[in-house]
């Protein structure tokens, strides 16, 4: 299991670009939607959409599913997952007790 600190540093990560920001933006606003929908309105490719929407999901800020059309096609659709993140030094601060990574050591 994921400690709260890993878990804040994987969802800070993962909202620190630009393009994945855009991403969680139109699938908030747009709700569910389809890969190929997605990468049109974002205005990215399909295989650049996909390693933004797989770092977004690694980290539990969107979810997919992946289901058959009508005519047989398989759609993977994805929507926000429900998350917050109070980033204030308190919670910083506890988080960062918490990380699984030991702080480097100085050298003297």
Known sequence: M???GDRLLAMMSALANPQRLRIVAA???KGRTYVSQLAREIGISRPL???HLRKLEEAGLVTSRLEL???G???NYFEVAS???ALTPQAIA???QSLSDPPAKSEE
């Open 2 to 4: 994921q400690s709260e």
């Open 27 to 29: 699938l908030t606003f």
């Open 69 to 71: 059309s009508s005519d």
């Open 83 to 85: 998350f917050d993140i």
């Open 73 to 75: 096609k398989a759609l």
């Open 94 to 96: 506890e988080a960062a």
């Open 49 to 51: 959409l996909h390693l």
